[in-house]
């Protein structure tokens, strides 16, 4: 029996030397070790041994067994490696980083605007915070001093979600939690996508962008506010804009304003554009509300800020002369990528 392992081991040794691909490796496999194999088979007349010579006969197949089994399982993963390896080899090559023959991507101009924003506020000592654009009823308007069946909620309709959370229509959603993440004193801006339930035409979408700011301090008045925003606006425009304050009605600042820009056509002389006033509305604001502030964990005897909603959206038209505020959303590469910064 010695001599029968011994002869099965050698022939094995010299069949897996010829198996050159995975398939062959396989057969081989079956027909030593599958349910009609040679080892197999071995094991089969192991009943037929009687006495002491059935476990060594025993020992001595299975370890034949074992040499097979490993032989099998390292040819195979040589053969799988060079397989891949040619295959690699076979295949074309990209070098990831040869520039792109096809028209390269751009960005989108809210992107470029935000950016150059985020910069010139980050410049003033602000900090750009992100915030959801799923938000809850109070984050959206009871945290801004709109209670539920407030008026100021029909101009804010938005997409609802089962869980009565909702797509904020406003940045100045995200007031409450940045006051409480950092206290007074406080220096902040914040982008995000807006959304509200609107027919779209020219000049309506229902989905746009806003930047929201917030500074509160000791001693923070309306000067402050007219002064941040007429730095920020002439250093987008690149040139100086001059600003002015209409009253206007937010339930979350007291007092609240429009805040409108010179004519970037005819420079306040009176155009089509402006509707002959020399005067574009950009930018509503005012001094936050003693209960928002208080809502956000701010001392309201101490301290006071000013907040402002800046239509991002509406400033990209109006720095790059976009008639149709549906361009923007429309996906169209021809016109998206004519934008560059500065
Ligand atoms: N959140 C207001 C809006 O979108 C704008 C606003 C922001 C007004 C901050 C005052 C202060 O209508």
Redesign the pocket.
């Known amino acids: 029996m010695k001599e029968i392992i011994e002869k099965l081991r050698q022939s094995f040794i010299g069949d897996l030397a010829k198996a050159d691909s995975s398939a062959q490796v396989n057969e081989l496999r079956i027909s030593y070790l599958g349910k009609k194999g040679s080892v197999t088979d071995l094991l089969k007349q192991l009943k037929d041994i009687k006495g002491s010579e059935k476990k060594t006969v025993a020992e001595g197949i299975n370890a034949l067994k074992s040499f097979v089994e490993s032989e099998i399982a390292a040819k195979t993963a040589l053969i799988a490696k060079r397989e891949e390896d040619a295959a690699i080899e076979a295949t074309e090559r990209y070098d990831v980083t040869m520039p792109s023959a096809e028209r390269l991507g751009s960005l989108h101009p809210v992107t470029i605007i935000q950016r150059e924003v985020e910069e010139i506020f980050e410049s003033m000592g602000f900090t750009i915070e992100d915030y959801s654009e799923i938000v809850t009823d109070y984050q959206c308007f009871e945290s801004l001093n709109i209670p539920k069946h407030h008026p100021a909620r029909d101009m804010q309709d938005t997409y609802y979600i089962e869980n009565g959370q909702l797509l904020k229509t406003?940045?100045?959603a995200a007031q409450n939690a940045i006051m409480r993440k950092y206290g007074a004193p406080l220096r902040a801006v914040f982008p995000s996508r807006c959304f509200r339930n609107e027919a779209t035409d020219a000049s309506h979408e229902n989905t746009f962008f806003?930047m929201?700011g917030i500074m509160i301090d000791e001693n923070i008045s309306i000067s402050n506010l007219i002064y941040f925003m007429k730095s920020m606006l002439s250093e987008v425009f690149r040139k100086d804009i001059n600003v002015r304050l209409r009253p206007g009605f937010?339930p979350?600042?007291e007092p609240?304003f429009e805040l409108d820009i010179s004519c970037l056509i005819c420079g306040g002389d009176g155009c089509p554009t402006c509707k002959q006033s020399g005067w574009l509305e950009l930018c509503?604001?005012?001094m936050i509300h003693p209960n928002v502030l208080t809502a956000g964990g701010i001392d309201t005897e101490k301290y006071t800020g000013f907040?402002?909603?800046l239509g991002l959206t509406r400033l990209v038209m109006m720095k790059y002369g976009i008639k149709d505020i549906r361009m923007l959303n429309s996906g169209s590469l021809d016109a998206l990528s004519q934008f560059t910064s500065k």
């Open positions: 406003h940045t100045s806003q929201e937010f979350f600042v609240g509503p604001c005012g907040a402002f909603g």
